[in-house]
């Protein structure tokens, strides 16, 4: 799965929660710079917040219909490995 | 290091109060102001043509953004041109030129006495009666000029409009006292006759000549000289004839 | 998600810069701890000592041990100049919601049910205000204080020269 | 250093958010070098160009004073602050001495004392003997330093008496008792320096020198309440306040304010179940210590007009008084009744929504299977996502932080006037203006600023013809240059039709700049939100789906919502208000249920700047009122909802989980770089299309306009606080 098309409409948020310096958040920001300008396109209407605090561990969460949210843990894991996680979480 | 002495030995306490007996001493005028019909923001104030070239000038002598350093001389300029007192207008009018907050301009006007803040008669008769001046009969001297305006009180102004009298300090003509100060004119070595002479000149429209009234020159000694009686030498008086 | 969360909360209280960590001490140790323990952070933690906890003998009501206290530093009053007092430390209650007060209709005296509500400890420092709050099994979060900024004043900067138009005209 | 500076003990995040620290926010030029003296022995190191005080407070020496104020220019007019300098031949006026390296200075000789007591024994000579029945009685700078340096009886026995000052009438907040007045001038300075108002001022000399207007006027300006604080005698006091209450029957409890979206610090002192009064409290890193008159005297509409009680609307529409579980029971029983299903189920929140209710709310509304989350922006645009979009916090924040605004030296307002939306920021705008070379430029309607600025025009064409670079001028001059130019929108751009040109506008020039703007060290593109629960809604994603935008909703959860427009509310739908004032929210509901005003809950507000502080109860809630996320939360139980969370701690964990910034109390999170250009690039990219000429219109202007006329009602109560921005 790629993010060049619209996910799932079940999808209604996802959070992206990171460092804004920590070296084990690196990926996440990676990530978020490469492929947050396209999950924008294809998803124009969905929330991706990303939500910066300092020291705070990477983690992503996903929140589908009637509040059901699942996340999965990013800390120090590469922008490549950071991406199949998320796929993975997205898609699940 | 330094230190200046102890606290000084207490006096035994008074065996009973000292209850001052000095009148309260009342500004002779508000510190607020008060809207009336003679003064107000709505009369229009503005200086004439020549008044404003001076006002310029005096304005070039200071750098541009410290304009409000001509306060005093602009105010001064206004009191001169509202016959002799500092109105409402006069003072929002100096701000406005020089583009200072009004109350600024209102503390300068309110702190400086020499600023009439209410209407005065044409001539302002100021008797000084700081200590030089009472020594040598000031109270007399303010005691005719009252009497024979026709019982006026010091800071009032006769029913004509014509003379307002009031106390005030030092004048720095100590060494003719007494004296008073008619408008921007010294009056000296008074007594009551020349004062009321005075007056009596300044009633009819007239300007007396300023300055002594006693006849003696300037403040040279009323006794007659002391020194320096004789002649003075001319030029080349002693000298060798071929530089006569 | 329940153990997410479980995980997941010693760390930000642990990394957050004004919360402390919710001591209880008197609980045995919470599984909250455990966990901070053995996960990395870059934020060393505390050494825990033993405490004997007072609550235990002291008599007082079990009830206060689910009561947050605020240790804080008491900001000056605004309305007064002196700083006295300024660098003590303090432990007050939060107020009960509901019936910690109320007022007599008749004569408007104010009563409460709430023996905490006036309580105040004053304290020389932060690390003794909660050191006392965990002495006292005490539920407690820090409040720090705030850094302030007051540049050099100089009696001398009203009568500073400024080359352009000036954007205030001083006064006493 | 000064021992105030050392005391910093927080320990700052490595991000944006220590550059907040290193910047030099000091107002006067920086003087490095730092200089050592001699404080009643004790060897002391203060930056140079410090004043003595300073350097005695530093030493721990306290110096009585009464004009000398921190935040206020030294005047050296009271004499309290004499001090013995070695070699000194006279008493030194500490405040008004530069502290000079290697001086010798004694505190606290018989010498010092004698001076000391010689000033207080001039100023008690003609101060009246009120303090029985004075305000400032019991924290009184004067009663305090007569204890230690006034005599107990005068030598001046005049028969006349003391000197008499007329009182002036400084308007309805400040009441003045001018013989108290002992002339520090304190009231002055403040007028003129921080709240712009240079009406007030000195007049006569001497014995006669008093405080006023000269002429009659009002002290106009939405900061006058803080001369009330300046004061150290009785002079100005409070009129709300008078006779009211002593200090020393109050308790006082440190909260924040949430009258804006400054989260200014405030003091909330309260007697019984009342609060009494609303006082500063110092942070230089958001107020200072000002708070604006509406923080201060808002207070006591916290009394009337307040729900005690859970209320049902019954057949005859009038509301009935109802227990907890009936009311519960009734709303779920509404919500059965219409039945809502997913969007239809639509929450609005309001001004004054906490963010722990705001948190459980939205849980609640998501399983319940609804992303309708709605918020009492102006018109329509509280039904959609707004414009600015949530993704990126420095979408919505002032990222350059309110102290920061101290170090720009260019600020472009856009479609804002901070003197109304943000007080107390404004006076920092003008303490900057006043010391630095900063330029201000306004696009929006021209408004009465208290410094000077450039008004480029007031619609999006001027905005657009100003980041063009089309205007000549000296503000379009100074911005090109400026070192740290900063762009201040204000949140009604939010909440306007030009909203989204103005905004893709200000994204692509930012990007056009390259790191002029925004760089590492330096955000400068600021939205000003002016509503206090916003910060917190668009941080925990309290907004609408586009698809919630269209639905009809069926139901309908107002918290605190006061300002939502009736019309946008279907007769057929079933309304729930949950707040604390019955107020225009509850006049549409047909359940009402009680809860807690900021000075009766524990709960966290974030300010403009993304900066979380956590608010503290001070006098429980009237009647049956509860906080308002245990409502939600009981709530949810009866609709058969499991929400993950049954305490506080819970919530905030939940929070925590949602955005960490939330819980960090105090502390300041920014936004990185990249980040912060990633949210730049999702401005821009929705809006490539957008033509912005067409869409600008002129009515963009309207923003400020409303904010002028609102100003007059600002103070009128809590409950109405009508922050619309165009009608």
Known sequence: ?92 | MLRLPRRLPRLSPPSSRLISSTAPKRSDALFIHRDTPYNNPEIAFKFDAQNLKRAQEIISHYPPQYKKAATIPLLDLGQRQNKGWTSISVMNYVAELLEMPPMRVYEVATFYTMFNREPIGTNFVQVCTTTPCMLRGSTDILNTTCAHLGGLKPGETTKDGKFTVIEVECQGACSNAPMMAVNDDFYEDLTPETTKKILDAFAKGEKPKPGPQSGRKTSENSAGLTALTTKPYGPGEFCQPEFQ | MMLARRQLVPLVRRVAPSISSRSIASDAVSPAQSVAATTPTDVVPVAVTELLTAEVISGAPSELRHRAVRVYQPTRNTMQSGGAKGERWRIDFDILQGGGRWENPLMGYASSADYMQGARVTFKSQEDAINFAKQQGWDYYVQQPTVKRIPPKNYSDNYLYRPNKLRICKTK | MLRIVASASRPSSVSLLSVAHRRNLSSTSARQADITLTVDGKEVTVPQGSALIQACEAAGSPIPRFCYHDRLAIAGNCRMCLVEVARSPKPVASCAAPAMPGAVVFTNTPLVHEAREGVMEFLLSNHPLDCPICDQGGECDLQDQSIRYGSDRTRFHEIAGKRAVSNKDLGPIVKTSMNRCIQCTRCVRFANEVAGVEDLGTTGRGNDLQIGMYVEKMMDSELSGNVIDLCPVGALTSKPYAMQARPWELKTTESVDVLDALGSNIRVDSRGVQVMRVQPRTNDNVNEEWISDKTRYAYDGLRFQRLTTPLIKGPDNRFVTASWPDALAAIAAGLNQTGAKGNEIKAIAGHLADTETLVVLKDLINRLGSDNLASDLEGKYGNAPPVHGIDVRSNYSFNSTIAGVESADAILLVGTNPRHEAAVLNSRIRKSWLHTDLVVGMVGTRADTTYGFEHLGEDAKALEKFLSGKVKGEFAERWAQAKRPLIMVGSSMAEHADGEAVFGMLARYVAATGERIVREDWNGFNVLQRVASRPALYETGFVPSRAATSTTPKFIFLLNADEVDPASIPADAFVVYQGHHGDRGAALADVCLPGCAYTEKSSTWVNTEGRSQLGRAAVPPPGAAREDWKIVRALSEVLGVDLPYEDLVGVRDRMWAISPSLVRWDGLEGTSLEVAKAGLGSLMSNFYQTDVVSRASVTMAQCTRAFVTREKTSLEGLGKEPLQAHA
């Open chain 1, 1 to 92: 799965m790629s993010f060049s098309k619209a996910f799932s409409p079940a999808l209604r948020e996802i959070r992206i929660l990171c460092s804004q310096t920590g070296a084990a958040s690196a990926g996440t920001r990676q990530f978020i710079t490469s492929k947050y300008p396209a999950i924008k396109q294809h998803n124009p209407d969905l929330p991706v917040l990303i939500r910066e605090a300092s020291g705070t561990p990477a983690r992503v969460f996903a929140r589908f219909e009637m509040g059901v949210e699942k996340h999965v843990e990013l800390d120090n894991l590469s922008a490549k490995d950071v991406e199949s996680k998320v796929v993975t979480l997205l898609g699940s």
